[in-house]
């Protein structure tokens, strides 16, 4: 059996979700051989194959500074460059992790697995894969001026989680390197849209890629998620699993319980408001 490391970059505005998130994993995904965890800020785990891996400092991959650096340089405002490092940090895991798996799991850090999964490639198929069912055109571009051309696939495969397998990322990445004369890094960074907010994904790069050069070895595999704008509960959990696999509590969704609630008591009211407004302009509803 082919056991996946699993690799979730983080940042410590998400350890309370990414808590969650490990539990999760360790109760559900099948077979992984270890979690780490990447993030600045030490994340401590008691138990289990849980380790926290620190950002790397090597040169092979830039720093969030420099990321940071490189977008302010460009469009001024870098509130995003944390986005565009992450993604770094996803496709370029095995240059820093110790002994990582030849196939790894990514999973962002808000991912919240809610039943039992098995994702480790198996028969040959050495990508299996997710679909999401959105379009967003400057994701393809990125990817056109990326590599050349555009993405034969007509679907976004950034579905929160992705098997990478690492002799077919080096293989992507000589690529990259051959056609921009410079390392894989640098020249993500160059094809980058600094007006926008989010003009590339890691996942649509690598998953068009495969499906483009290697379709034989790609299967789809499809997981059902759903978005959700609270972290869920031990009920919340339960419900959610009926139909999902996992649950992707987005920190720029995330609002407190408190506020979902009132927001949803303000609504009640207003449907019952309207009801009775009907009943006395229509009076009581006969058959």
């Not at 649950?247 to 506020?259: D, K």
């Not at 609630?261 to 302009?281: G, H, I, T």
Request: glycine share 6%; aromatic share 12%; with cysteine.
């Amino acid at each position: 059996m082919t056991t996946l490391d699993i690799v979730i970059p983080a940042h410590e505005k998400d350890f309370a979700v990414l808590e969650h998130a490990v539990r999760g994993v360790l109760r559900y995904v099948q077979p992984f051989g270890r979690i780490c965890v990447v993030s600045k800020q030490r994340f401590d785990w008691q138990g289990g194959p849980v380790e926290w891996v620190p950002e790397p400092s090597n040169s092979v991959l830039p720093s969030l500074e420099q990321v940071r650096a490189r977008w302010s340089a460009e469009h001024g405002d870098a509130s995003r460059a944390g986005w565009i490092y992450q993604q770094i940090l996803k496709l370029g895991a095995g240059t820093y992790i110790d002994g990582l798996s030849p196939s790894y799991l990514v999973i962002d850090s808000d991912v919240i697995f809610l039943r039992s999964v098995y994702l480790a490639p198996e028969d040959g198929a050495r990508f299996p894969y997710s679909v999401a069912f959105e379009y967003h055109e400057p994701y393809r571009e990125a990817y056109q001026r990326l590599v050349g051309e555009y993405p034969t696939t007509g679907y976004s495969l950034t579905a929160h989680h992705m098997v990478y397998d690492r002799a077919l990322l080096s293989e992507l990445m000589r690529e990259i390197e051959q056609r921009h004369e410079k390392s894989w890094p640098e020249a993500y960074l160059d094809v980058v849209d600094y007006q926008q907010g989010s003009s590339i994904s890691e996942m649509d790069v690598y998953g068009w890629w495969v499906l483009d050069r290697h379709p034989e070895l790609a299967t789809r595999r499809q997981l059902v998620w759903r978005d959700t704008h609270v972290v869920p509960g031990a009920l919340g959990r339960a419900m959610l699993a009926r139909d999902c696999h996992f649950a992707a509590a987005h920190a720029w969704m995330r609002q407190p319980r408190w506020l979902r609630f009132s927001s949803a008591a303000v609504q009640l009211m207003r449907e019952v408001r309207a009801d009775l407004a009907w009943r006395r302009a229509c009076g009581p509803f006969t058959r």
